[in-house]
């Protein structure tokens, strides 16, 4: 049965989240609903009114209006989601096997197995370009669907941190390696290549892309001996030939979503620290913190996004003219 989460009172919200400035002013993010049995681990918007959240084993859904549980349990606990459109949503997980779902408007289905220790994550660019990595200890299977049928497209010796499907020419995936070195690999529409290394200490956990000139690439700096609380944020920026305009923000980042070239949001944090950064074109700034770890963002337009964090809250940022 679908039970409906009513959406938490103005009152309580600087109990539960408080923004970046003082609760008295205000603020584009507010916690929508508090999930408070599950650690959220991906957010996917397939527009402003259908949103679809995972971690903990449910499938959260939200509407335009509340968010709902959708599906609360599948066959194995889903860990990512991705949505093409309202009709065609994908969510992958497993645990000593790789499960991917579907969702076809309707209901939830399993669409495919694979062998690995799990399908850690999945990203449609439409309904008929769709890309999974299941993974295990010894690296990763590219998966991908055509529409009709799942085939293996690529293995690579690296564990698939994060994947953003742009279009059919234009899919990129960052890895890590047993050695603690991280790469981004790109598919070009005929195969998957090595596109950059990262640089001894540095971690890339997300990617995503507005264009195939407007990329980024989020993580962190880790310097030998340095305790969680002082790792740093990093970005790297794609211009359509190189990867490059390396930043460093106060915070680790986990994941990154971009509305266009202006509007891009990264999050992360460790603990009680959820940083949300945004990106206006120039520079990022420290835009909200959920005072939890966030795991994953995502955005329909330049006017919403949506956060979710390790202790099941789901974070909204809506700036639409009054």
């Known amino acids: 049965m679908i039970k409906t989460r009513l959406f938490i009172v103005a009152a309580a919200l600087c109990a539960l989240a408080l923004a970046a400035s003082a609760c008295g002013s205000p603020s584009p993010w507010i916690i929508q609903t508090q999930e408070g049995d599950a650690s959220l681990l991906a957010v996917s918007a397939a527009d402003a009114t259908h949103v679809w959240a995972v971690g903990g084993g449910p499938v959260y859904f939200f509407n335009g209006t509340s968010w709902v549980t959708q599906a609360q349990k599948l066959e194995a606990e889903p860990t990512d989601v991705s949505a093409a459109d309202p009709t065609h ?8 096997g790789g499960v991917v779902w579907f969702f076809n408007g309707t209901a939830w289905a399993m669409q495919f197995q694979t062998t690995d220790q799990t399908a850690s994550v999945v990203s449609a660019a439409d309904p008929t370009h769709v890309w999974v990595a299941g993974t295990g200890d010894t690296g990763s299977n590219i998966y991908f669907f055509n529409g009709a049928s799942w085939a293996r497209q690529f293995t690579v010796a690296l564990h698939v941190q994060d994947m953003f499907a742009l279009d059919a020419s234009h899919a990129w995936f960052v890895a890590e390696g047993q050695d603690g070195r991280s790469w981004i690999y790109f598919f070009d529409g005929s195969s998957w290549k090595q596109q950059f290394e990262a640089p001894n ?5 997300g990617v995503t892309a507005v264009d195939p000139t407007h990329a980024w690439a989020v993580g962190s700096l880790e310097n030998a001996g ?7 944020g990093l970005v790297y920026t794609f211009d359509g030939k190189a990867w ?3 930043t460093l923000l106060a915070s680790q980042l986990h994941k990154v979503a971009a509305a266009d070239a202006r509007n891009v949001w990264a999050v992360g944090g460790i603990g009680s620290n959820g940083p949300v950064y945004h990106f206006d074109g120039r520079s990022w700034g420290l835009q909200f913190d959920a005072h939890e770890s966030l795991f994953d963002v995502t955005t329909s337009d330049r006017l919403r996004a949506w956060a979710v964090g390790g202790l099941g809250g789901i974070f909204i940022y809506e ?4």
């Open 201 to 205: 200490h540095e971690f890339f956990l």
């Open 89 to 96: 949503v994908w969510a992958s997980g497993g645990d000593g």
């Open 244 to 246: 490059g305009g390396r």
């Open 319 to 322: 700036n639409t003219p009054l």
């Open 226 to 232: 340095a305790a969680p609380q002082d790792i740093r």
